[in-house]
């Protein structure tokens, strides 16, 4: 089953405003006139916000560090051009740092920087770490804490010139290279083309893999194929000093266990990954969408927890899963399913490492959920992975080929388009065609099933569910279970089901608390099924133990090895990891 929370990118950096002891380079006339303009343009930021136009554009110390930064890319061969500083009028900076998360406070990076290939970003990092500016990386943008987006101090570099994927070998030897900017739904259009591959990925079609697979990359494909990030072969990452290093089993051996499971923790930039595909234009799906009342939770709990029994016992690489909402105003047009209780099944018949047949699934669907509504298709992969794909976006255009009939009107009803309407819309995926929306999310793991008692709390607590509130139950079973917690720092290897709850909404204050008030009643009300662990890819700075619920075991080796790649915390966030131990940083 697919999960939601692969919603990020790459950590925010952050480094102190301190005096300037030897005068930088002066700043150029450009450079000048934007910070001066930029200075005017945002006096009334936030006082939550870090403000350098406030505070330390006073004494024009961002001001030299921005002017050094710059000398020292243009020295270094990097076109100035690259770079679109904010307070030029350019409206191209307007277009560039919308953010869509409503419920988080809007912020002006300095500027925006594009890299075109890994040296790029060494050059970058060493001159910012150089000039003392912090540098915050911007996959997919769509953290949903926000931390790809850095604050008034931070310069964005942004990877959208860096969105390459290549295919290289053949069959079993094939090999996926993928730079850190390119979006999950271009990746399987391109895949799909060329020889018909595929990768155990999120769904969530605008998001950067790079961001999800380091910190796990749940979806729909884990059970037979296991994560993502159990699929990396290799990764290119730059470290504090620009210096770039690859890492595999074979090289910088404890930065690849390191960067396959720290997620938000970061102690490095990926600037590419490379990863083992699996054939998908041979395997066969048999998708069962079952649905029922929302009056029916009870039933539906039950069967669902009998077949995820059945499947364990009988065939654990089924994919499951379980949205619980009662309507999305905001959302229907996007999420493919209608209000109500719907669980999602997936059986892959893979020639090579799954080659059972359908027939007892179709079976135990039809014997467990005879009292629900029970619809089957048969999708190939690429049908599959974008009509099911969770994409909240505006549309630039109608795609289908009916008048007045948008392509996610077909994914609602059901209807699975042509390829060539999914390769269209695959192509007009943006990371700024995201709606503005106010998002809050809560998840954790529960790693067991859940008694008669339960499922009746569990009733009563769903019975006065508003709208635009939204649940996933998925199952974490199967391939990611036969990974051992150390074999990579992604740790969560015995939980049964993540359960996620979301508030996506409108910006209108009244529909917000609405949604909000009952998020946090009902995850109090079900904190008994808390097995202490949270998906590091579903970030929530209100966890305070957050280190210990992404990383468990794994945590002490994490810090060990953020401080020897990173020891003077030059990549910093509220979720990037300590160079000291916890228990040390809680004693300062």
């Known amino acids: 089953m697919k999960s939601i929370c692969f919603l990020i990118v790459f950590p925010l950096y952050i480094i102190s405003v301190e005096s300037v002891r030897n005068k930088p380079p002066p700043l150029t006339s450009r450079l000048a006139d934007s910070l001066r303009q930029a200075a005017g343009n945002v006096a009334s930021v936030t006082s939550n916000t870090v403000g350098w136009f406030t505070d330390a554009y006073k004494d024009t110390v961002l001001g030299y560090r921005m002017g050094a930064l710059e000398s020292c890319l243009v020295k270094s061969g990097f076109d100035s051009e690259q770079i679109i500083y904010h307070g030029q009028g350019d409206l191209r900076y307007k277009h560039l740092n919308r953010r869509w998360n409503l419920r988080k406070d809007r912020v002006f990076p300095p500027a925006f920087i594009f890299p ?31 931390i790809s987006w850095g604050n008034n101090q931070t310069c964005v570099l942004d990877f959208r010139r860096m969105a390459k994927v290549n295919v290289e070998g053949s069959g079993e030897n094939a090999v996926i290279q993928v730079q850190p900017g390119a979006l999950v739904g271009h990746i399987n259009a391109h895949l799909w083309r060329n020889g018909g591959y595929g990768l155990p990925m999120t769904n969530a079609l605008t998001t950067g893999l790079a961001g999800d697979a380091i910190g796990g ?3 729909y494909f884990s059970s037979l194929y296991g994560l993502t990030v159990d699929n990396i072969l290799e990764l290119e990452a730059v470290d504090a000093n620009g ?33 083992k595909p699996f054939q998908a234009s041979d395997i066969t799906l048999t998708f069962a969408k079952i649905q029922y009342p929302l009056k029916e939770f009870v039933d539906a709990w039950k069967a669902f927890q009998n077949f995820h029994s059945w499947a364990e016992e009988n065939d654990a690489s089924i994919s499951r899963g379980m949205y619980i909402t009662k309507e999305l105003a905001y959302l229907k047009d996007v999420l493919p399913v209608a209000p109500g209780i719907t669980i999602e099944l997936l059986h892959i018949q893979d020639p090579l490492r799954h080659p059972e047949t359908n027939e007892a699934f179709l079976g135990a669907v039809s014997e467990i959920f005879a009292n629900g509504q029970t619809t089957i298709s048969n999708p190939n992969y690429f049908q599959f992975v974008s009509t099911t794909g969770y994409a909240p976006i505006n549309f630039p255009k109608e795609i289908s080929g009916e008048p007045g009939v948008t392509l996610s009107e077909k994914f609602r009803t059901g209807v699975i388009p042509e390829e060539k309407e999914l390769y269209d819309y695959s192509s007009a995926l943006d990371k700024e065609i995201s709606f503005k929306r106010f998002l809050k999310a809560k998840s954790f793991f529960v790693n067991r099933l859940m008694s008669a008692e339960e499922i009746s709390a569990l009733s009563r607590a769903l019975k006065d569910i508003p709208t635009d509130v939204w649940i996933l ?55 008994f099924l808390d097995s202490g662990e949270t998906y590091q890819n579903c970030q929530d700075l209100e966890e305070e133990d957050h280190f210990r619920r992404n990383y468990l075991q794994n945590l002490g080796k994490l810090i060990d090895a953020k401080r020897k790649w990173d020891p003077t915390e030059y990549f910093r966030s509220e979720l990037s990891l300590p160079t000291q131990s916890l228990r040390l940083l809680s004693k300062s």
């Open 473 to 527: 139950v998925s199952a974490e079973t199967g391939s990611v279970q036969t990974h051992n917690y150390n074999e990579n720092s992604y740790a969560h290897r015995r939980s049964t089901f993540n359960i996620n709850v979301r508030y996506e909404g409108t910006s209108a204050k009244k529909e917000s608390t609405v949604g909000m008030t009952w998020l946090y009643k009902f995850w109090d009300a079900i904190k």
């Open 116 to 146: 075109e290939s890994t040296t790029d970003v060494g050059k970058i990092v060493r001159c910012a770490f150089e000039s003392k500016i912090a540098m915050i990386p911007n996959s997919g943008g769509q953290s949903q804490e926000a």
């Open 217 to 219: 990359g749940h979806g």
């Open 243 to 275: 210096e770039i290093h690859k890492a595999n089993p074979q090289k910088n051996i404890d930065l690849f266990w390191a960067l396959r499971g720290v997620g938000p923790g970061y102690i490095g930039i990926v600037t590419g990954l490379k990863l």
